[in-house]
């Protein structure tokens, strides 16, 4: 007669153990969801280039330094540059860009300028009968359009945050020197005078670039490039008073540059939502 207290023992017992395995079930899932939900809150999407983007545009602004060669060099040995540009790049791949640079310049070779206005000495005499003291300045600016292509050899590593950029593009530029003088001291390089000493001149140019982005949309965006320029200028001044003559010879010029620049991405096509990630 004692098998049916044993059986039900037995029973109470199996009811007790399948409880607690259930409670320590849900506990275990309940655990791992508030560790999957930590970790989520915790991880930073960041947007990255990709098939189905549509379009980026970005405004780009920066410093460099050039050095020139060939005849532009013979004034002007090297001079630096204050870039700014509008960029628009398609699915990641594809990019135009406007390019507007302001040159200046403190190193200017001002050697057989001022021939017919100086001494034995190679000085001009200011109005106190002193050698004057004139400080030259390079000044000047260019614009370029460019059409470049994307390359990532370092997405595997990068997730595209690092982009290769090769580009060629024309334009045009235009420079001058600026006379710095106590005013009123030296009327020689001053009024309308000073049109025929300040070599302006302007011409077209091809330039070609490559360029490494770095994108991340969590910080900063950075750019650093190396620039080739070819052209050919002309005076736009018909008379050159230095040598006393017409100005019209070509000057040739090559410049090769360095360049370091933020990116502000200022709209993007897609939506956030609609943009692929990574973790990060």
Same mark, same amino acid.
Do not use: M
């Given at each position: 007669m004692r098998y049916p207290i044993i059986s039900k023992y037995i029973l109470i017992c199996g009811i007790l153990f399948t409880s607690n395995e259930i409670?320590?079930?849900?506990?275990?899932?309940?655990?791992?969801?508030?560790?999957?939900?930590?970790?989520?809150?915790?991880t930073k999407k960041i947007p990255v280039f990709s098939t189905k983007d549509k379009s980026w545009i970005f405004l780009n602004f920066g410093a460099a330094y050039y050095i020139n060669y060939s005849d532009i060099a013979l004034k002007y040995p090297d001079f630096t540059s204050f870039p700014?540009?509008? #960029? /628009? =790049?398609?699915?990641?791949?594809? $990019?135009?860009?406007?390019?507007?640079?302001?040159y200046f310049g403190n190193n200017v070779k001002t050697t057989g300028f001022f021939n017919n206005i100086s001494n034995e000495n190679g000085d001009i005499i200011d109005m106190n009968g002193h050698p004057a003291?004139?400080?030259?300045?390079?000044r000047g600016f260019s614009s370029r359009a460019y059409i470049s292509r994307n390359f990532y050899p370092f997405q595997k590593f990068t997730k595209k945050h690092l982009a290769l950029?090769?580009?060629?593009?024309?334009?045009?530029?235009?420079?001058?020197? #600026? /006379? =710095?003088?106590?005013?009123?001291? $030296?009327?020689?390089i001053e009024g309308d005078n000073l049109s025929g000493y300040d070599k302006l001149a302007g011409g077209y140019?091809?330039?070609?670039?490559?360029?490494?982005?770095?994108?991340?949309?969590?910080?900063?965006?950075?750019?650093?490039?190396?620039?080739?320029?070819?052209?050919?200028?002309?005076?736009?001044?018909?008379w050159d008073f230095g040598n006393n003559k017409a100005d019209n010879a070509a000057i040739n010029e090559i410049t090769t540059g360095v360049h370091f620049g933020l990116i502000i991405p200022i709209r993007i096509d897609q939506k956030l939502r609609d943009q692929e990630y990574f973790m990060d």
């Open positions: 409670t320590a079930s849900n506990k275990i899932h309940t655990d791992t969801a508030k560790v999957l939900n930590t970790d989520t809150l915790n700014i540009a509008l #960029e /628009y =790049q398609h699915q990641g791949k594809w $990019v135009g860009s406007l390019d507007y640079n302001i003291v004139i400080r030259a300045r390079l950029q090769v580009g060629i593009g024309g334009g045009y530029s235009q420079t001058y020197i #600026e /006379y =710095q003088v106590d005013q009123g001291t $030296v009327p020689q140019q091809i330039a070609e670039r490559i360029r490494i982005q770095y994108f991340n949309f969590n910080a900063i965006s950075c750019v650093l490039g190396f620039d080739f320029i070819h052209g050919v200028a002309h005076s736009l001044r018909p």
